[in-house]
């Protein structure tokens, strides 16, 4: 059974810095894409950033120059840092990723339980 462990998150000032990680373990037998994606009550789901297995990476514009995606395919792991914070990227930030697990190697989508990212003002 395949899980996406986040940790990091909390709460934390305007202009402050937050980190998330996130590790997939279980019987994964490769990982494609891995996103952080993040929710408010009322809002859709957002695609905060996203990093390929080429370690090539995409950005909403709302987070462009503050928060970086970092990861390691060796440890199954991708990590978010977040500079600059405001309060408007308060949110419940969940982790994505493609994975293919044995025997049939289908690639299927896994999310995270979610943490939560509280920004005050």
């Known amino acids: 059974q395949v899980q996406l462990v986040e940790s990091g998150g909390g709460w934390v000032q305007a202009g402050g810095s937050l980190r998330l990680s996130c590790v997939a373990s279980?019987?994964?037998?490769?990982?494609?894409?891995m996103a952080w994606y993040r929710q408010t009550p009322g809002k859709g789901r957002e695609l905060v950033a996203n990093?390929?297995?080429?370690?090539?990476?995409t950005y909403a514009e709302s987070v462009k120059g503050r928060f970086t995606i970092s990861r390691d395919n060796f440890q199954r792991m991708i990590s978010l840092q977040m500079n600059d914070l405001n309060p408007e990227d308060s949110a419940k930030y969940s982790c994505?990723?493609?994975?293919?697990?044995?025997?049939?190697?289908?690639?299927?989508?896994?999310w995270g339980q979610g943490t939560e990212v509280t920004v005050s003002s």
């Open positions: 994505f990723a493609e994975i293919q697990t044995p025997p049939q190697l289908v690639k299927r989508p896994y």
């Open positions: 279980g019987s994964v037998f490769s990982i494609g894409d």
């Open positions: 990093t390929a297995t080429d370690l090539t990476t």
